[in-house]
Nanobody
Framework: QVHVVESGGGLVQTGGSLTLSCAASGGTFRSISMGWFRQAPGGDRSFVAAVTRTGDTYYADSVKGRFTISGDNAENTANLLMNNLKPEDTGVYSC???????????????????WGQGTQVTVSA
């Protein structure tokens, strides 16, 4: 069973920065891609960013230029550096791991096979 753990959430002021970390373990596997999603209070889960095993990165339009995702495929880890945070970035951030081929788009939660419990990010005005 694959186990996914996130860390690095917290409370930050508008304009501040946070780095989220994700580590997947358990069994022998190599991730195809790893992604970050967030869910605001009362909202749906939405795509934030993803990184593939070859290092290609993808971002939601709302975070382009502010967030940077990086990954280590050999270690099955992914980090999300978040700069210039805004109150609308507030939410529970979850890490997702894809280990099987999928025809779902990269920004679809259905593409991913395993999820972490999430870490809270709160940006104060």
């Amino acid at each position: 069973q694959v186990h996914v753990v996130e860390s690095g959430g917290g409370l930050v002021q508008t304009g501040g920065s946070l780095t989220l970390s994700c580590a997947a373990s358990g069994g022998t596997f190599r991730s195809i891609s790893m992604g970050w999603f967030r869910q605001a209070p009362g909202g749906d889960r939405s795509f934030v960013a993803a990184v593939t095993r070859t290092g290609d990165t993808y971002y939601a339009d709302s975070v382009k230029g502010r967030f940077t995702i990086s990954g280590d495929n050999a270690e099955n880890t992914a980090n999300l550096l978040m700069n210039n945070l805004k109150p609308e970035d507030t939410g529970v951030y979850s890490c997702a791991v894809q280990i099987r081929s999928s025809y779902y788009y990269r920004n679809s939660p259905d593409r991913y096979d395993y999820w972490g419990q999430g870490t809270q990010v709160t940006v104060s005005a």
